[in-house]
């Protein structure tokens, strides 16, 4: 579904590229600045958006990346990867007034780059405070443990995030699609953040490399923002033949390598499920060359759990959407995929069940899994009195305590999968309450 | 459509839309140029000794990424040879002799000289003559321009000069620089001015580049005061224009009103406070000539519309403007939002409530807006919020009725009137 003769890099390139400053000055113009805003109100993480849209505006960039950044830590990223439509631009008055919502996305984009990413000689915009000599580990070093361990810092702390992976983000540095955000612009804002005072073990899984007790003995507190696992196999026969994939290992391998080397030219290819995820693996797949892309999924459109607007983009990517369809079986060619074996599904009774006899085959060449991600239960079995949800997250109140007094936990682990700008909001609140119940003790 | 031929003190023109004594009429190219696009007509570049221009001559206001609500100039009269000039007026009126051709005068404050441009200026042919007493910079500081039309005995002075020897209506373009324009112009009537044109420029630095903490324009790092324009003085030139129409020493003077014209609607407040004419620069230096077609089209489908002709509009507002101390203080208005078309911006109460008398409620709206609602015993119906409301529509401003007599300040103060009950400020 890519265009031949095209090199398979451009179709990744930015879907919502930056502004130049006219345009941005002329789109920052637009706001109405609305009291109490609910694009605002609308954010996670509360980053006061007609203050920053406003400053844009008047040339106060640093004034408005400050604004920005002090909010969310993270805004260069959550600039692109923020479902807005959903968030701050669906909450914007104008719609109201049949016009274009404000493009605060592009607009956070072109107010953080320069900070984030443009090294100049003006003094860091934050700091860390001088060290208070408590220490705070993190697990994990994706958006979550990150917002978190910022914010530390810059209370003096000495923040360690222990990291299993050999690059740091977690989520955002491996699973976001890439004409969102590449695998180097997700590392190069950790690096900024680092130098806040962020310090970032890479390769160090807890319970492998470094016990908990030892964690307990050299900190304060700990923050477990470890996120999720991978995408469990679904249970039915085929699922080892080579060409079965977890959509999130696709995803991080597209994004760490050279286009070319992972392309799909001529391969056709079956996605499984109806979040997110899977329409990221069905637009990234049709975007390295895939001749034919199907998206599966078990329920109806009413039910699918993907964004509308991330939908739209599957579909106009070419994807095909084969709802009300459960795989029974992977088929295969000698040690290869051959074909995903599907039955139709229809709502009976307030249930969802297979209808008889309605078996079809999909001839394709991969089967991505984006069927839902595992809990870290085995990280969690560390900490022994840890309350754990039955379907395997943490639990954990609004500022991230947990049932331990010295671990608090936020993102992934606890919410079972929300955006990067959530993780963000939630390791920040952490950090607030870590720093609140630290300086009780003193 | 509607007749839009019209008379300023005898000059006759096809449409009330002329361009102003500028850089667009610097030239007969330019002037014949127009007249193809429709202007009715122009006052052509001020003639007058040779001048030399400096290079860096315009500077602006942007305001909120509107280009040039503002414009000011440094630019002095023409600087072409006034041999050059004279042949292309008398070139373009023998092209055009149904346009209205004005020639702007400008020389020292001397009688001959004065009689040497007029006579020059009429036998090229021009159809009216009009005495720049107005620009503010440059030539200024030589005598000429604002520092005549400053004072009202040399404006009458020189005025008078002129008419012994013109055979064409003369226009007296007035300057703003001044405190109050009734003397300027009542010198102007005096002198024997047919008509007078206004308002010239408003003396003005438009702005500094904080970068370089340099004065707009800047020439070779120096900057001038300049003549102010565009847009953004029109509520001025409103107020200018409607004072000599008021006032009894000069009311039914012709005057052909400047100041801020870009749009048909314009020109009808224009005329509505007394114009004959109106003249238009800042939106042909922005636009071109092109912007007369929706001039003349706005203007005649609004006359047909109102069904009214363009006499009957000139001067139709006059009557409504009066004293303060005229005006009805009983008369009682309120702020009223309409639900169903807000949109829960909450601009009004945040304008309300830090900007004027703290009459609106606002309370967060369950879908993530902003809910608001007037609390009429505190309202004084000051218009804010329904200036500052996106929503055409949105808030109206409804008369409260009441059982007093309409009572002024005069009223009340000198003739024992009653006023109604109004908001306590807590």
Redesign the interface.
């Known amino acids: 579904m890519s265009d031949p003769g095209v090199k398979l890099w451009c179709n990744f390139s930015d879907y919502k590229p930056g502004l130049g400053s006219n345009a941005a000055?002329?789109e920052?113009?637009r706001c109405?600045?609305?009291?109490?805003?609910?694009c605002t109100?609308?954010c996670p993480t509360g980053i006061d958006v007609p203050g920053f849209i406003k400053k844009i505006?008047t040339g106060n960039m640093r004034g408005s990346a400050r604004t920005i950044l002090e909010a969310n830590i993270l805004g260069a990223s959550c600039a692109r990867v923020c479902p807005t439509e959903e968030l701050c631009e669906g909450?914007c008055?104008?719609h109201?007034?049949h016009e274009r919502p404000i493009d605060i996305g592009r607009l956070q984009r072109y107010a953080t780059d320069p900070v984030v990413y443009e090294d100049d000689d003006s003094p860091p915009l934050f700091e860390a405070a001088p060290e208070n000599g408590r220490r705070v580990a993190l697990i994990g070093a994706g958006p979550a443990s990150l917002g978190c361990a910022a914010e530390l810092a810059q209370l003096g702390y000495e923040t360690v995030c222990f990291e299993k992976a050999d690059k740091p983000g977690g989520l955002n540095t491996f699973g976001i699609a890439d004409y969102k955000m590449t695998f180097h612009t997700a590392l190069k804002e950790i690096e900024w953040i680092r130098q806040l005072g962020v310090e970032i073990r890479c390769g160090q899984q807890v319970g492998r490399d470094i016990s908990v007790e030892q964690l307990r003995q050299e900190f304060d507190a700990i923050f477990i923002g470890v996120g999720l696992g991978g995408v469990d196999p679904i249970g039915i026969d085929g699922e080892d033949l080579e060409g079965v994939r977890d959509s999130l290992e696709f995803i991080a391998e597209l994004k760490t390598h050279p286009k070319e080397e992972v392309a799909l030219s001529g391969k056709k290819v079956a996605v499984i499920g109806g979040g997110n995820t899977a329409i990221d693996a069905v637009t990234q797949s049709a975007r390295l060359g895939a001749e034919r892309v199907y998206l599966v999924y078990r329920r109806g459109p009413q039910q699918m759990g993907a964004y509308k607007h991330e939908q739209e983009l599957a579909r106009k990517d070419g994807g095909v959407f084969v709802y009300h369809s459960q795989p029974v079986e992977i088929l295969g060619r000698g040690n290869k995929v051959a074909g995903l074996k599907c039955i139709r599904t229809e709502h009976r009774k307030g249930k969802l069940q297979t209808v008889e006899d309605s078996e079809f085959v999909l001839h394709v060449d991969y089967v991505l899994r984006a069927t839902g991600q595992s809990k870290l239960t085995d990280l969690f079995e560390e900490f022994p009195g840890l309350a754990i949800e039955d379907w395997g997250t943490v639990i954990a109140d609004i500022d991230g305590r947990t049932s331990l007094k010295d671990v608090w936990a936020g993102g992934d682990c606890v919410s079972g999968g929300q955006e990067v700008v959530n993780a963000v909001a939630e390791g920040k609140r952490a950090a607030r309450s870590i720093h609140k119940t630290l300086q009780g003790e003193r | 459509m509607a007749d839009l031929r019209c008379n300023v003190a005898g000059i006759e023109s096809p449409n009330p839309f002329w361009l102003a004594s500028a850089p667009p009429t610097n030239t007969g190219d330019q002037v014949m140029r127009a007249f193809d696009a429709g202007w009715g007509g122009a006052v052509w570049k001020t003639l007058g000794e040779p001048i030399v221009n400096v290079w860096s001559r315009y500077g602006a206001v942007d305001i909120?990424?509107t280009k040039m609500m503002g414009l000011n100039n440094i630019e002095l009269i023409t600087d072409r040879p006034l041999e050059v000039n004279l042949r292309e007026i008398r070139e373009v009126k023998k092209r055009y002799p149904d346009h209205a051709l004005v020639v702007s005068l400008m020389v020292e404050s001397d009688r001959q000289a004065w009689h040497d441009i007029v006579k020059k200026a009429q036998d090229a042919g021009a159809d009216g003559l009009e005495l720049n007493f107005g620009c503010p910079h440059g030539m200024s500081e030589r005598g000429m321009g604002s520092a005549v039309g400053q004072v009202p005995q040399y404006t009458c002075q020189i005025t008078e000069w002129v008419k012994e020897v013109a055979t064409v209506p003369v226009l007296v373009k007035l300057t703003p620089n001044i405190s109050d324009i009734r003397y300027a112009a009542r010198a102007a009537k005096e002198g024997g001015a047919d008509g007078v044109s206004l308002i010239n420029t408003i003396n003005s630095i438009i702005g500094l580049d904080i970068d370089t903490l340099t004065p707009t324009p800047a020439v070779n790092g120096k900057s001038s005061h300049g003549g102010y324009c565009g847009p953004a003085v029109k509520p001025i030139a409103l107020n200018m224009v409607s004072q000599i129409g008021a006032d009894p020493q000069t009311a039914g003077l012709p005057i052909s009103g400047i100041g801020g014209i870009s749009t048909w609607r314009d020109a009808v407040e224009f005329i509505a406070l007394g114009s004959d004419t109106v003249q238009v620069c800042t939106a042909v230096m922005h636009y071109g000539f092109r912007i007369v077609e929706d001039l003349k089209e706005g203007l005649s489908n609004y006359l047909d519309q109102k069904g009214m002709t363009l006499q009957e509009l000139k001067g139709h507002s006059l009557h409504k403007i009066h004293n303060w101390k005229e005006l009805d203080l009983n008369y009682a208005v309120n702020a009223r939002i309409n639900q169903d078309k807000c949109?829960?911006?909450?601009?009004c109460?945040?304008a309300c409530e830090d900007g004027a008398h703290q009459a609106i409620q606002?309370e967060?709206r369950v879908?993530?807006?902003?809910y608001v609602e007037v609390r009429p015993q505190d309202c004084v119906g000051c218009n804010l919020c329904s200036l500052v409301c996106?929503?055409d529509g949105c808030i109206d401003m409804v008369e409260i009725p009441n059982d007093f007599e309409p009572c002024s300040w005069e009223d009340y103060t000198e003739r024992g009137g009653q006023l109604a009950p109004r908001p306590e400020h807590q």
């Open positions: 000055v002329a920052a113009n109405l600045n609305c009291y109490d805003a609910p109100r609308a505006a909450a008055v104008l109201d007034l | 909120e990424g949109i829960g911006c909450g601009l109460y945040t606002a967060p879908d993530g807006r902003t996106p929503v």
